[in-house]
């Protein structure tokens, strides 16, 4: 998929009333690589102080076009997804976030698309929903559905991201200290460990076989390699080192008291 593809995505907010709102918004934006906002008649719109809320955005903050219409500020797309908090009367095509984002993408790629907000305590009416293709609903808590605008945009932005390939980023993998553990050493870890807690007395009132079986099963699953096979073997001799210091405190201890 194209990089530019994403460079195509236009947010569109509908009358926005607070440039805190706005700020988290183009945050948002900029946290998912969309760069092209469009504000129709927000009540202020303060570049100064969107960019002290969201720094380093000043691309998008001085790229942002504030227009006087809603149809103006659609005019140029081939594409329109609205957003709302619950399906309408009205039949209309509803989509999930995630259903909606590989159509996105691909329309994307024949010219501008726009995603349409409404303002924060109303939404988009009919007359904005009805020059929309679809209409987003993104699942939430029945309970509590209303979403703030920046998270909304976050939300939907980030399933246009992750359609767009741009999220494709490798994980970080944590890289092994040393190969494998063979199973000769896994069986002198697993000796090692059984020896100790012997020592304590663990296996008092529970089947040694049982907890033995089930310690290989989690050690199993880890995988370890030599390094961190050694680490647990380790732990087990130590319980008997333990032991043995304590017990060899005690005993001079004892032969001190004693005395002459």
């Not at 720094?55 to 500020?73: C, F, N, Y």
């Not at 767009?164 to 980023?169: L, M, Q, T």
């Not at 020896?195 to 040694?208: E, S, T, V, Y």
């Not at 096979?229 to 032991?243: K, V």
């Amino acid at each position: 998929m194209s990089p530019s593809v994403l460079t195509n995505v236009v947010v569109v907010l509908d009358e926005p009333q607070n440039v805190v709102n706005i700020a988290g918004v183009v945050r948002a934006m900029k946290n998912m690589g969309l760069r092209r906002l469009r504000l129709v008649r927000p009540v202020e719109f303060d570049a100064w102080r969107i960019e002290g809320i969201a720094h380093r955005t000043e691309d998008v903050v001085e790229g942002a076009k504030i227009l006087d219409s809603l149809p103006a500020a659609l005019s140029d797309a081939v594409y329109v997804v609205g957003t709302t908090a619950r399906a309408r009367t009205a039949q209309r095509n509803y989509v999930r976030p995630r259903e909606a984002a590989p159509r996105i993408v691909e329309q994307a790629g024949q010219g501008v698309v726009a995603l349409l907000f409404g303002r924060e305590d109303r939404g988009l009416g009919n007359e904005a929903l009805d020059l929309c293709h679809s209409v987003a609903i993104i699942p939430t808590n029945p309970d509590y559905s209303s979403l703030n605008l920046a998270h909304s945009v976050l939300l939907m932005s980030y399933e246009v991201f992750l359609a767009s390939g741009e999220g494709e980023v490798q994980l970080p993998v944590g890289r092994r200290a040393t190969r494998p553990a063979t199973v000769q050493e896994l069986e002198n870890t697993f000796a090692a460990l059984e020896k100790g807690l012997h020592q304590i007395d663990f296996f008092k009132a529970r089947a040694p076989e049982s907890i033995l079986r089930t310690l290989r099963t989690l050690i199993a699953r880890a995988e370890p390699d030599l390094q961190e096979a050694g680490l647990l073997r380790a732990m087990g001799f130590e319980i008997g080192h333990y032991l043995d210091r304590v017990l060899g405190s005690e005993r001079r201890r004892g032969n001190e008291s004693d005395g002459p």
